[in-house]
Structures are given as C-alpha cells and as structure tokens.
C-alpha cells in the first residue's frame, strides 16, 4: 500500500498535536499549581485579618469599658458628696423638709443621668459590633471571591475554619 503526502501529514499533525497537547496540559497544570499557591496565601491572609479585627474591636471594647467604669466611679462619689452635704445641711438648719425634696430631686436626677449615661453606653456597644461585624462580613466577601475565583480555574480551596457568625456573636463591651 502506497503511502500517499496526504497520510504522512495527517500522521505528522497527529503527532504534532499530540505533543502540543501535552504541553498546553503542562502549561495548565503549572498554572492551576501557581493559582492554588496564591489562593492558600490569600486564605491564610484573611484568617489573619479576622484575627486583627478580633485584637482591634477587643482593645477599643476594653477601653470603652475602662472608661465606663471610671465614669460610674466618679458618678458615685459624686453622688455620695452631695448626700453628705444635703445631710450637713439638714442637720445645721433642722430644715429637714425643705433639704429633704431638695435631695430627691437631686436624687432623681442623678439616677435619671446614670439611665442616660446607660442607654449611651448600650448605643456605643452596638456600635462598635456593627463596625466589626462590618469587618468581618467584609473577610467573608473576600474569602468567597477567593473561593468563587478558585472555581472558574479549576480547582477547589482547602477547607476553611472562618465561620462569619461566630465573629459576629462576639460581644466587645458587656
């Protein structure tokens, strides 16, 4: 059987294509292997930026709460000095009814600042969890543009721990 210029190219284009299949199959595989490599960093990088915001709404929630407590402390000093100088004023005057609504008024007010001064704190808390929820819903939207990427080349993220909702149920100020 004679061999014809037709079946010798036909046999050489097999062969060429075949070695260029495997060469696009090489140049692919490295690629996916660079792409898994640049994914797990990125992974890992967001796990450490969950982290930091953890650190940082942790730090600001405690000094929010050193504050508080300084502010609750002067408060009762505060309190207590004008108690003790209605009770003087009773005593040196025996004007016990005139010094006493007096004292209740102040009283009331007081406890109607220390109302105020709590429903300020309790907006503050709030605060400071919504901005790190934020945050967190913001390493959560990346990890999953890390993961939908991943995908669209080819290949899948190793498991992750970032769990969005137990960032978002840390409480920062009691």
Known sequence: MPVTAMAVMQ???MVAGWFG???AKSRER??????????ATAQTDYGHAAG?????????????????GQQN????????????????????TGMANIAGRERTQMMQGFDMQQNQRSLERKG????????????????????????????????????GTFN???????????
């Not at 490295?30 to 994914?39: D, P, T």
């Not at 930091?52 to 508080?68: D, F, L, P, Q, V």
């Not at 402390?73 to 040196?92: F, G, H, P, V």
């Open 124 to 159: 503050a808390a709030f605060e400071l969890q919504e901005q790190a929820a934020g945050e967190y819903r913001d390493v959560k939207k990346g990890l999953l543009g890390l993961q939908r990427d991943a995908a669209e080349s080819g290949f899948t993220l190793k498991k």
């Open 73 to 92: 402390l002067l408060d009762a000093w505060t309190r207590k000095d004008t108690e003790d100088s209605y009770k003087n004023q009773i005593s040196m």
């Open 52 to 68: 930091n915001i953890h650190e940082k709404y942790t730090a600001i929630g405690s000094m929010m709460k050193e504050g508080y």
């Open 164 to 174: 969005l909702q137990n960032y978002i149920d840390r409480r920062y100020i009691s």
């Open 30 to 39: 490295k690629k996916i292997s660079r792409l898994k490599g640049y994914a």
């Open 21 to 23: 299949s495997a060469s």
């Open 11 to 13: 046999g050489a284009s």
